[in-house]
Structure formats: structure tokens, C-alpha cells
């Protein structure tokens, strides 16, 4: 029997709920009590960033003392550029978008 599990999910901020996708993968490791309280803890630590942003979430289950860990990750750096260029998907002309844009829209929304 396998004592300990680790999990790689991706899941957008503030938007975790224990049914959908996420019950669907977590049910296995995570029993429901736990689910609820980690959906929880999971919206609060990421209620700063802004909503949609998908962050890479490490999981660490115990599953004979029925106990978990998780750690947020920051996204990449090419997932942060191709969410700042779908700003401008709308737009029929797309202009050349400087560092000095990049760098202020990533302190917009991680709050660096």
C-alpha cells in the first residue's frame, strides 16, 4: 500500500470548489472533509491574485493518517506573457508591447 502521494495540478486563483474537476482528481487522495477545507485554504492564500490566473499547485497526501500539504507555485513566465498578449487579441492591430508594459502588468496582477 502506498503510504505517501504527491499530486501537480493546475488550478486558477481563487476559483477551487470541491466538485468538477478538482473533486475529480483529488477524490482519490483526498477524502471529503479534506477537500472542502483544502478548497478553502486554497481560495484564501490565492483571494490576492487575480481571478483565472492558473497557479501550479504541489500536493503531498498521507493517506493512512489522512493528512495533506500544499504549496502554490508562481506561474511560468511564458504563461504570464501569453495571458498579457490575450489583452490584446481583441484589437485588430497588435503593436509591439515593450518589457517596461510586461513587467508593470505582472506587478498588476502578482503583486510584485
Known amino acids: ?3 505517501y502521494n504527491k499530486l501537480k495540478i493546475f488550478i486558477a486563483a481563487g476559483e477551487a470548489k470541491p466538485g ?4 475529480a482528481m483529488l477524490s482519490p487522495y483526498l477524502f471529503s472533509s479534506n477537500m472542502i477545507d483544502f478548497c478553502k485554504k486554497f ?4 483571494r490576492d491574485y ?3 490566473v492558473l497557479l501550479c499547485v504541489k500536493i503531498f497526501c498521507d493517506v493512512v493518517e489522512k493528512t ?3 504549496f502554490i507555485m508562481l506561474p511560468s513566465i511564458s ?10 487579441v481583441g484589437k ?3 503593436s509591439f508591447v515593450s518589457l517596461f ?3 508593470r502588468y505582472c506587478s498588476f496582477v502578482f503583486g510584485l
Open 1 to 3: 500500500m502506498v503510504r
Open 20 to 23: 468538477g474537476n478538482i473533486g
Open 43 to 46: 481560495n484564501e492564500l490565492t
Open 50 to 52: 487575480e481571478s483565472g
Open 68 to 70: 495533506y500539504t500544499f
Open 79 to 88: 504563461l504570464v506573457y501569453m495571458s498579457f498578449f490575450r489583452l490584446f
Open 92 to 94: 485588430k492591430r497588435i
Open 101 to 103: 508594459d510586461l513587467a
